[in-house]
């Protein structure tokens, strides 16, 4: 500092301002360790300041109600705060769940290989300063040596940084492994599959959510702990040692350079969080337009809609790229910012703090010859462009932490929204403010479920997803060996009575008695048939295993299948281990076969079929009604087909204004009466035609 002192006394630019600038500099000679000190004490009572705000922050966050929460999803803020926080560490209890687990294993090694690539540097540094000063000073044993050396090190940097990379990439997929596995048990238990897609509109497009958003927020978490555990690290290793090399002054003024150019830089970062959490949206709308060609490719066909088709996805597809086109504009002045201050700003502090051992002379430190300023140069010069690198990663880290926060922000909306629905929290849009006010008091109230061996309703008003009451109290009453015909017109709440007895729609009101699922059995009008074996299919839910716990064999199924008389199949397609897509194979009469085949192999106690015998003729209607009947199967069937009359004793028919009638059901009166009505009919249908030809009779009678 001495040195510093003279420098300066004998410049005569310095010599109006002298006084005053030496006889400040002599009071920070004298009182520098007290300066030194201070200062680290108000830096560790300022960090100390800030763990304790942002920690009262996230408590009275933590406090707010659940409905003070933003339930807007579209225009829900994205960005770096508490928010983001809290939900990050919920999602770190799942993907990372214990100090034991695999992955905390993995995170530890991940953070050796990083901490052993930081004193590798640290070494190069100091090895690259002492082979250019032998270059320098024209030692050739040292400068060779120094290239051996060079070598040497080569060997352990590398396997480290590909250690890095593989270990990186790793922790990525236990992360997704992790979540996907969470997610999976969440959206596959408690019908919550089924009542997202239905009951609540929050999440449009679930498959996307749960396989791509979860793998961008597991590679982004992975990521995001390399750019910033090895940048942070390495700031605090090198400017330790520029603070040993050029004084701790030079590192203190680089410091704040760099805090303050940090600030400006954060104020005019876009939020690129938000933009990415908006982006997923779109691109999870596109694929979802998508989807829903594909699924009703056949209606779109024989309307020739593809032209309306077409526009929608345009106009999907178009809206996504303008917002992706809005992200690039962003990034252009944000990079340029990025790169001037970073590359340029911080490279040119760098090389004015790195001439300080050059130009002055550093307490502690000799001048040295040209050979020794060269290595300590050199030393300065590559700790200091490591330092700004790492610095300059944790900058451009706050952009990848933003993209995170949009990738974090979409994945707990969609826990969120499981928890919902799981606790019967169900949001969507309703028919009509009209239907909404009159139906509010339906909407608000919630009935009763309890086990019986019978099926029982009592009171209990049939509620679409969509808030519409089509009947406002229904009570009816099966047991055992009772079979039920259910009639009415479309949209009057036949299939909805299913949806709320497999536990698909919640109970508004009233008491629902039902046997266990196990005991009930449900076959729509298209069947499902899964992914699998032809044996698969007749076992559907059961597995092979529990097919051979029952004491089933595949001589039993094929048994069965000749009962419905599709036994041939078997050797058409291939055998019983053959896999195919079977919605494809199959037609629609052997698919609705097959669902019988299926029933007749579970044997339930009561089975619920929903025009599922549309596509077969009368003759295979009456084996699989005879069958079921004859296996004690109690049936509730929706149906309009007089033929199935015979093989129910009861019925529930709905008038499509609210009410119905549950009523023991004749069937040879009903086929009767049914009979005479079609006669009527047909005779109504020919009055028009005797009225022309008595009127042509009289224009005969009187022109003859």
Known sequence: MTHVISTLAASSSWRSVGPYVLQWIKAYTRYRVTIRRSLFIIFLLRGILSVYQAMHTFKKEQTKPVAAKSLDHKNKKVDVDMAFIRQIQRLLRIVMPGLRSKEFGMLVIHSGFLVFRTILSVYIASLDGRIVSALVQGKVKDFVLGIVWWMTVALPATYTNSMLTYMQSKLAIQFRTRLTTHIHEKYLSDMTFYTLGNLDDRIKNADQCITVDTMKFSNSLSELYSNLAKPILDVFIYNYQLSRNVGFEGVFIASLIIRLSSVVMRKYTPSFGKMVAEEQRLEGEFRFRHSRIIENSEEIALFEGQDI????????????????????????????????????????????????????????????????????????????????????????????????????????????????????????????????????????????????????????????????????KLSFHVKPGMHLLIVGPNGCGKSSLFRILGGLWPVYGGTVNKPSPRDIFYIPQRPYLSLGTLRDQILYPDTVEEMHERGVSDKDLLDI????????????????????????????????????????????????????????????????????????????????????????????????????????????????????????????????KLEARLQELREIQQNA
């Open 309 to 472: 088709e077409k526009t929608v996805l345009d106009k999907s597809y178009y809206a996504l790229i303008r917002h992706v086109n809005r992200i690039f504009r962003a990034r252009v002045p944000h990079g340029m910012l990025e790169d001037f201050v970073i590359k340029y700003f911080w490279g040119a502090c760098g090389l004015v703090l790195c001439s300080v051992p050059v130009f002055f002379k550093v307490e502690g430190m000799e001048m040295g010859s040209v050979g020794s300023r060269t290595e300590g140069f050199v030393t300065n010069r590559r700790l200091l462009v490591s330092s700004s690198d790492a610095v300059g990663r944790i900058m451009y880290a706050y952009k990848e932490v933003t993209e995170l926060a949009g990738y974090t922000s979409r994945v707990i909306d969609l826990l969120d929204v499981f928890d919902d629905v799981k606790a019967g929290r169900y949001q969507k849009r309703l028919v009509s403010s009209v239907s909404t006010q009159s139906n509010a008091k339906t909407l608000e109230g919630r009935g009763q479920v309890k086990d019986s061996q019978d099926i029982e309703f009592v009171d209990v008003p049939i509620v679409s997803p969509n808030g519409d009451v089509l009947v406002p």
């Open 561 to 688: 299948l000749h009962i419905v008389q599709i036994g041939h199949i078997v050797d058409r397609e291939g055998g019983w281990d053959v896999e195919k897509e079977w919605t494809i194979a199959l037609s629609g009469g052997d698919k609705q076969r097959i669902a019988m085949a299926r029933l007749f192999y579970h044997s339930p106690r009561y089975a619920i079929l929903d025009e599922c015998t549309s596509a077969v003729s009368m003759d295979i209607e009456k084996i699989m009604y005879t069958h079921a009947t004859a296996l004690g199967i109690s049936l509730l069937t929706v149906s309009h087909r007089p033929s199935l009359w015979q093989y129910h004793n009861y019925i529930l028919q709905y008038d499509g204004q609210g009410g119905y009638v549950f009523t023991k059901l004749d069937a040879e009166k009903r086929l009767k009466l049914q009979e005479e009505k079609t006669s009527i009919e047909t005779k109504l249908l020919e009055i028009p």
